[in-house]
C-alpha cells in the first residue's frame, strides 16, 4: 500500500484544513487508518483513526473529523478551529491487523507527511 498525504498548508488559528490520504496499490476498504502528527521537537503523536468506529486524541476531539471514502480509497481529517500548537507534519497511516488503532507501532504503511502550521 502506497499512502499519499496532501492537504497541509498555512492557516490562521481559528481556521480550518481538510487534509486527505489517497491509497494506491491495494484497497484500504479493511484497514485501520490512523492520522499522526509530529510537531518540531516532539515525538510523533496519534491524533485520530477509524475502522469500524473512530478515535480521537483527548486534544482533537470535537475540533476534527476523521472520515474515508472506499470508493475513493481515501482517507480525510477534517481539522476546525486549528490552533497553534496543532502545528505539526501530520502523517496518515495504514494498518490491516487487529489491536489498537492509537498505536503507531502496529501501523505497517507510512505516508510521507504534509506539514500544517497554524499562526496566531
Known amino acids: 500500500v502506497q499512502l499519499q498525504a496532501s492537504g497541509g498548508g498555512l492557516v490562521q488559528a481559528g481556521g480550518s484544513l481538510t487534509l486527505s490520504?489517497?491509497?494506491?496499490?491495494?484497497?484500504?476498504?479493511?484497514?485501520?487508518?490512523?492520522?499522526?502528527?509530529?510537531?518540531?521537537?516532539?515525538?510523533?503523536?496519534?491524533?485520530?483513526?477509524?475502522?469500524?468506529?473512530?478515535?480521537?486524541?483527548?486534544?482533537?476531539?470535537?475540533?476534527?473529523?476523521?472520515?474515508?471514502?472506499?470508493a475513493k480509497n481515501t482517507v480525510y481529517l477534517q481539522m476546525n478551529s486549528l490552533k497553534?500548537?496543532?502545528?505539526?507534519?501530520?502523517?496518515?497511516?495504514?494498518?490491516?491487523?487487529?489491536?489498537s488503532g492509537t498505536d503507531q507501532r502496529l501501523y505497517e504503511f507510512w505516508g510521507q507527511g504534509t506539514k500544517v502550521t497554524v499562526s496566531s
Open 84 to 99: 497553534p500548537e496543532d502545528t505539526a507534519v501530520y502523517y496518515c497511516a495504514a494498518k490491516a491487523g487487529l489491536g
Open 21 to 70: 490520504c489517497a491509497a494506491s496499490g491495494r484497497t484500504i476498504s479493511s484497514y485501520a487508518m490512523g492520522w499522526f502528527r509530529q510537531a518540531p521537537g516532539k515525538e510523533r503523536e496519534f491524533v485520530s483513526s477509524i475502522r469500524l468506529n473512530t478515535v480521537y486524541s483527548g486534544s482533537v476531539k470535537g475540533r476534527f473529523t476523521i472520515s474515508r471514502d472506499n
